[in-house]
Structure formats: C-alpha cells, structure tokens
C-alpha cells in the first residue's frame, strides 16, 4: 500500500471525503480560517459549523466540560455518524460557533479525514464541500463545479455513498436531547446515554 502525506496550510480551505459526503475543512480554532470556510460555503454568520476530531481523548484539549459519563459514552458511536453539541469554550473563534456558543462536534470514521486529523493534530471544521442549501457532494467533479476555485486543495477519495445524515445530541442539555435523529437512533442513544 502507498502512502502520501500532504502538508498543506491548515488555514486554507481544503475538501475531502469524510464517509458520507465531501466536507470543507480548515483550522477550526483559527478566526481567519473559519472566517474563509464561511464565505466559501456563503454560509449565514449566525449558523454553526460541525468541528472534526479524531477521538473522544482529542476533547480533552479543547477545554470542553461535558456532563459526567458523557465522553465514556462516546465511545459506543464514535467514530460514527454522531455530532454532539457542546457549549463552546473560549478556544474557538465566535464565527464557528454563530449566535448559538455552542460547536458541534463529530469523529469521523472515514480513514482518509481520520489520517488528516491525526496528521493536523486539531480540530478541524467539518462542513459540507458545497455552497450553502446546495445538494452534498458525492465526489470531487461535484465539490469542483461548485467551489473548486475557492479552495487550495481537493483530495479526490472517490466516489462516496451519499447516506443518513448523523444524529445530532444536545449535551448541553441534562438529560440530553436528540435535535435530529439520522444514522443512530435514538433507541440506540437512549441505551447508552440519558436522552430525554
């Protein structure tokens, strides 16, 4: 098997495949970055952006305060089609988390996004590679007709099936909430975390 690394600037945008759909990705704690991300998609400002990790342990640093048993928890979907929201701390520019001071965060389980944040070693914005409302994108011939020439780098992973989107949980709340039940149900959740 041949490997590569690619060493690009981590602010600038870049789309991959993530598992699901190709994602637009940048720094996720660089104002700058974010702020890019953004006009790239043509996002509205007051609309948070999912944040990449390449493990529950990956938390840790982000200086996040979860409710007891929550990280633990994790580990029976993560990697996987979850994205958990948190209150945001301080580490992350206000345009990632829009209006909301919340961020959400996912573990991909894609190998080739899981290669990128580990090789990153942060975390990572993890928004659809499209224009804000447009269809997502299901390979790199999409994501360039509709943002190619806004971004540095385009990592064709080949085709992707398009699936569920993931189930959003609120763990700012306690109990926690189900805010979109998609590839887990909420069944699953409820039997490892308290979902109300």
Wanted: hydrophobic share 50%.
């Amino acid at each position: 098997m041949k490997t590569h690394t690619i060493v690009v600037d981590p602010k600038a945008p870049q789309a991959d495949a993530i598992g699901q759909a190709y994602a637009l990705g940048a720094d996720a704690l660089a104002a700058d970055a974010v702020e890019r991300v953004l006009a790239v998609k043509g996002r509205a400002r007051g609309k948070p952006v999912s944040v990449l990790v390449p493990s529950v342990e990956a938390i840790a640093s982000l200086d996040l305060s979860l409710a007891a048993g929550i990280p633990e928890a994790l580990r029976a979907f993560w990697p996987g089609p979850l994205t958990v929201v948190v209150k945001a701390s301080a580490k992350f520019p206000a345009a990632l988390t829009g209006a909301t001071g919340t961020v959400g965060l996912r573990v991909p389980a894609g190998p080739v996004a899981q290669a990128i944040l580990v090789a990153f070693g942060g975390p990572v914005i993890g928004t659809s590679a499209n224009k804000a409302g447009g269809p997502d994108p299901g390979d790199a011939k999409t994501v360039q007709r509709a943002i190619g020439g806004q971004i540095d780098v385009l990592l064709d992973g080949g085709r992707v099936a398009l699936g569920v989107p993931s189930t959003v949980l609120d763990c700012t709340a306690v109990p926690a909430r189900v805010l979109r039940e998609g590839a887990i149900p909420r069944a699953r959740l409820a039997a490892a975390i308290a979902v109300a």
